[in-house]
């Protein structure tokens, strides 16, 4: 059967366009949007019909029902929706303008619950449909200068699993998707961006973390492409799993991560059970 997909964060060479071309691959049917969708319109003119590129900024709510409902109209439904617009900033906890803060969970989560609030109702209607959401393995790794970013991914990640229990009597599924460092143009813009902390003891920290993504960006070992495919090969699984590492990094960080913190809340399980009223 022929899916709907509804895809936002369309950026060439980003996970956007690629989680398109695989389901292109598959013969299914594209909205894909962009901020900027003059980017790709040479993009989606190979693909005819079987791509619409509709504008949108995902911050803006009123924007986000207009190109829902136009991607309604034109295929006649959504059965997939990829959550994958996003970025991130780098700043210590205690330094990063409140500004910034915002901006961030303005894009990576309140405009999650914006898209896909919207496309639900018609997914409910139907009976079906797939909820995936772009997360990061830094949604399970909190990342030392990028804790923020953490902080919006460790979000949607609590959201992704509390949907998925609530509409799965509607009979649709939801994933969590946790991208390694992949190559695409995310990281293209740290080279060019300086640190602007304003306490200074937090520089020397921030000034490697940059360092870090400027040295490694194009050199990146996730293949979006692969990522992608990976993607739609899980969403085939029965049953399909609750969330997907991508990349050999990502894997190796999210596993460690959770033996650690497994074993450290073991450590502390005569304390942790001393808390309640005695029996």
Known sequence: MTRRWFITGGTPGGFGVAFAEAALETGDRVVLTSRRPQELATWAEQYGDRV??????VTDSAQVQRAVRAAEQHYGGIDVLVNNAGRGWFGSIEGMTESSVRAMFELNFFAVLSVTRAVLPGMRARGNG????VSSVAGIVAAT??????????????VTETLRAEVAAQGISVLAVEPGASRTNAYAGFADEPV???IVEYHEMLEQVRSAFVDIDGAQPGDPRRGARAVIAAMAQHPPPRRLVLGNGGFDAVTDTLEEALADIRANETLSRGADFPA
Do not use: R
């Open 52 to 57: 619409l590129v509709v504008p949108l900024d």
């Open 130 to 133: 797939w909820v995936v959401n």
């Open 145 to 158: 200068g990028f804790g923020y970013y953490s902080a919006t991914k460790f979000a949607v990640e609590a």
């Open 196 to 198: 602007s902390e304003p």
